[in-house]
Nanobody
Framework: QVQLVESGGGLVQAGGSLRLSCAASGSIWRINVMSWYRQAPGKQRELVAGMSRGGSTNYADSVKGRFTISRDNAKNTVYLQMNSLKPEDTAVYYC???????????????WGQGTQVTVSS
């Protein structure tokens, strides 16, 4: 089994910054893509940013230039640095990891429990 534990959410004023962390543990042979998603009340979950094991990244248009995703493969950890936060960034943020549990197995998606980010105006 694999567990993802997120931390770093909270309440911040518009224009402020937060850094989210997500650490994966358990039966991990390799992690391919690690990503951050978010879900605001009444809206569908959406991709915020993703990063491949090799370092390729992709971002939602709404966060480009403000958010930066990074990861430490040795620690199976992914980060999301969020700057210039806006009230519309308010959501529950979820970590996702595409995990291969042993050689030859297909990758499986795992999710964290979510961390609340609230941006006040």
């Amino acid at each position: 089994q694999v567990q993802l534990v997120e931390s770093g959410g909270g309440l911040v004023q518009a224009g402020g910054s937060l850094r989210l962390s997500c650490a994966a543990s358990g039966s991990i042979w390799r992690i391919n893509v690690m990503s951050w998603y978010r879900q605001a009340p009444g809206k569908q979950r959406e991709l915020v940013a993703g990063m491949s094991r090799g370092g390729s990244t992709n971002y939602a248009d709404s966060v480009k230039g403000r958010f930066t995703i990074s990861r430490d493969n040795a620690k199976n950890t992914v980060y999301l640095q969020m700057n210039s936060l806006k009230p519309e960034d308010t959501a529950v943020y979820y970590c996702n990891a595409e995990v291969v549990t042993s050689w030859g197995n297909s990758p499986t998606d795992y999710w964290g429990q979510g961390t609340q980010v609230t941006v006040s105006s």
